[in-house]
Nanobody, 114 residues
Framework: VQLQASGGGLVQAGGSLRLSCAAS????????MNWYRQAPGKQRELVAG???????NYGDSVKGRFTISRDNAKNTVFLQMNSLKPDDTAVYYC?????????WGQGTQVTVSS
């Protein structure tokens, strides 16, 4: 399974970005899809996750600002990020679970200027 993330970039505080991550390759049924992020000098943290049937969970720091969604027909997961803050600056990684195996995308940089 290969994951291709896109949508990162530079945005001012208060702005919005939408990340996408498409899975391809030897795809079986994809289970949970997640977004993680890692800021310089910090551990990678879970931003949001969504099960195949649409149950979502969010990290405390993004609740109410970020929304995760997915398109099962296109094996794609999205992350709508609103009211962005400088603390949201990080490399964002998509992660999917397929046949009990985790797969990671290459990461996309999100930079929020103050």
């Amino acid at each position: 399974v290969q994951l291709q993330a896109s949508g990162g970039g530079l945005v001012q505080a208060g702005g919005s970005l939408r990340l996408s991550c498409a899975a391809s390759g030897s795809i079986f049924i994809i289970g949970t899809m997640n977004w993680y992020r890692q800021a310089p000098g910090k551990q990678r943290e879970l931003v949001a996750g969504i099960t195949r049937i649409g149950i979502t969970n969010y990290g405390d720091s993004v609740k109410g600002r970020f929304t995760i969604s997915r398109d099962n027909a296109k094996n794609t997961v999205f992350l709508q990020m609103n009211s962005l803050k400088p603390d949201d600056t990080a490399v964002y990684y998509c992660n999917v679970i397929a046949r009990a195996t985790p797969y990671w995308g290459q990461g996309t940089q999100v930079t929020v200027s103050s």
